[in-house]
């Protein structure tokens, strides 16, 4: 099995930053894409960030120039560093990730969410 543990999230005013943090555990081969979503209430999940296993990244508009995702592949760990926070930023942040794990099963795993609070 695999486990995705996030942490990080927290209360940062406008122009603050905040860095999450998402370690993956488990019966892990190797780790492919991962990925950054966040959801607000009554809203879609959407993609903030990714990060291949190679190292290629890519952007949501919204947050391309002040967020960075970055990954430690010797930690199995995944960083999404969040500079010049604004308000409409706040929601709960989701790690996601394609693991193949020791018995050639590949999959999506979700971590538990972070609730990211910006205030004005």
């Known amino acids: 099995q695999v486990q995705l543990v996030e942490s990080g999230g927290g209360l940062v005013q406008a122009g603050g930053s905040l860095r999450l943090s998402c370690a993956a555990s488990?019966?892990?081969?190797?780790?492919?894409?991962m990925n950054w979503y966040r959801q607000t209430p009554g809203k879609q999940r959407e993609l903030v960030a990714g990060?291949?296993?190679?190292?290629?990244?890519d952007y949501a508009d919204a947050v391309k120039g002040r967020f960075t995702i970055s990954r430690d592949n010797a930690k199995n760990t995944v960083y999404l560093q969040m500079n010049s926070l604004k308000p409409e930023d706040t929601a709960v942040y989701y790690c996601?990730?394609?693991?193949?794990?020791?018995?050639?099963?590949?999959?999506?795993?979700w971590g538990q969410g972070t609730q990211v609070t910006v205030s004005s």
């Open positions: 996601n990730t394609e693991i193949t794990t020791f018995t050639i099963s590949t999959n999506n795993y």
């Open positions: 488990g019966s892990i081969f190797r780790i492919n894409a």
């Open positions: 990060i291949t296993s190679g190292g290629r990244t």
